[in-house]
């Protein structure tokens, strides 16, 4: 099964910008579509942004006109733009297949706190 890795977060103050990343172990396939999931403190995970198939991307409506998702094939990498962060965006951020496969294997997330 494919292992996902994330990286990229940090802290950065409200309107800042990260670029997050998520490299996987075995080839990522045009066929497959891969999102972006959040899970913030003391809530569930939720997809946040997906590159489906043939190029087609959804975002959250919170997210919509400020994160951009975009996949890299040959280097099995999933990027995450991520501009004009708002306090609300803080979380833990993972990647993985959209939509999730059975029994979804998740990788460590990378953690994203926007604050002052």
């Known amino acids: 099964q494919v292992q996902f890795v994330e990286s990229g977060g940090g802290l950065v103050q409200p309107g800042g910008s990260l670029r997050l990343s998520c490299v996987a172990s075995g080839s990522i396939r045009t066929r497959d579509g891969y999102g972006w999931y959040r899970q913030a403190p003391g809530q569930d995970r939720e997809l946040v942004a997906s590159?489906?198939?043939?190029?087609?991307?959804k975002y959250k409506e919170s997210v919509r006109g400020r994160f951009t998702i975009s996949r890299d094939n040959d280097k099995s990498t999933v990027y995450l733009q991520m501009n004009n962060l708002k306090p609300e965006d803080t979380g833990v951020y993972y990647c993985?297949?959209?939509?999730?496969?059975?029994?979804?294997?998740w990788g460590p997330g990378t953690q994203v706190t926007v604050s002052l």
């Open positions: 590159h489906l198939t043939y190029g087609n991307t």
């Open positions: 993985n297949y959209d939509p999730l496969k059975n029994a979804p294997n």
